[in-house]
């Protein structure tokens, strides 16, 4: 995966791309992006993946021109179109997951196939989800890893840029993420969910604590039809604490 910039309208973006095949858009979390991870580096061995970082997160710039979650939409179908790929598969995680759902409901003629993974984006009264921006760094570890010693890994592929240190980028990445997860990450997908056209997978790792696998019945009721999956020995961050597992089934399920 090689690192570059890709400018659309008023937004400059950094983005990985690799691989050759059937196109994947990747979506990232809501922490920061992966990088090139070894998740990306290996879907780039039968596809070709366009993972973009968010305006507003790292050095991607445009944030100010993102007034609500539809503007983030409307810029990622651009982004998206920019390409000319035509309909490619979608990968979104955690806020990511949500940021797929919505593009694929309002461009469905660009999205083949999703997957999401750990996806905000829903709500349930009953299982209300924490609050990630107040947890003590202790408690966020414990929700959000199965083994929070994996933690490291998630970032070992990731260098924010020279001159500016993680403490910088957390700070930069959880302003930008805010401003569609706080208070609560719900802005009304439920209610749109009936328009959601793409076959679709959800993955939960077993051990979320952030987004927990009880969330499935949430997206099985808003979409009848939905594949979900439950990976074992793993939290919020599947693809890296169960990259095997994660792989195989996103490459089975986009054939």
Known sequence: MIPGRKTVGDFDVRVW???????ILYLHGWEQHPGSAPFLQRLARTHEVIAPECP???TSTGFEHLHDLQDLILYTRELLASYGK???DVIGHSLGGMF?????????HLVRRLVL???YGLWMDEHPLPDAFVLMPDALAKAQWHDPSKAADET???DPAAGDSAATYRTINLTTASKFMWPIPDRGLTRRLRYLAAPTLVIHGESDGLVPPVYEEAWAAGLPGVK???IADAGHVPMVEAEDAFVTAVNDFLG
């Open 228 to 230: 979900t999956l439950r």
């Open 100 to 108: 797929a759902a919505e593009l694929a409901i309002a461009a469905p």
């Open 56 to 58: 507003g997160y790292g």
């Open 86 to 88: 035509g309909p490619v």
């Open 156 to 158: 070992s592929a990731f």
């Open 117 to 119: 993974a750990a996806p």
């Open 17 to 23: 791309t690799g691989g050759a095949g059937s196109p």
